[in-house]
Nanobody, 115 residues
Framework: QVQLVESGGGLVQPGGSLRLSCAAS????????MAWYRQAPGKQRELVAT???????NYVDSVKGRFTISRDNAKNTVYLQMNSLKPEDTAVYYC?????????WGQGTQVTVSS
């Protein structure tokens, strides 16, 4: 059973930083593309960033230059470093992997950007 456990969310002031972590288990982490999504209240879940097994990354335009996705295959963990946070970044952030045609999700971690 694939398990994804996010951590690192919290309350931060505008302009601040947070680093999210997602610990993965029960599958061969190193060969899969990993992703971070987010869902704000009343909005659809949106893709924020992806990282392939070879380390290639992609970002939604709204976070380019501010967020960095990375992975540590030795720790089966994917990270999302979020800098220069804005109130519109407030959302529940989810870790995702698509394995054998099925999406798997973590429980999510709340990020709130507010003064």
């Amino acid at each position: 059973q694939v398990q994804l456990v996010e951590s690192g969310g919290g309350l931060v002031q505008p302009g601040g930083s947070l680093r999210l972590s997602c610990a993965a288990s029960e599958f061969i982490f190193s060969i899969y593309t990993m992703a971070w999504y987010r869902q704000a209240p009343g909005k659809q879940r949106e893709l924020v960033a992806t990282i392939t097994d070879l380390g290639s990354t992609n970002y939604v335009d709204s976070v380019k230059g501010r967020f960095t996705i990375s992975r540590d295959n030795a720790k089966n963990t994917v990270y999302l470093q979020m800098n220069s946070l804005k109130p519109e970044d407030t959302a529940v952030y989810y870790c995702n992997v698509n394995r054998r045609g099925r999406p798997y999700w973590g429980q999510g971690t709340q990020v709130t950007v507010s003064s």
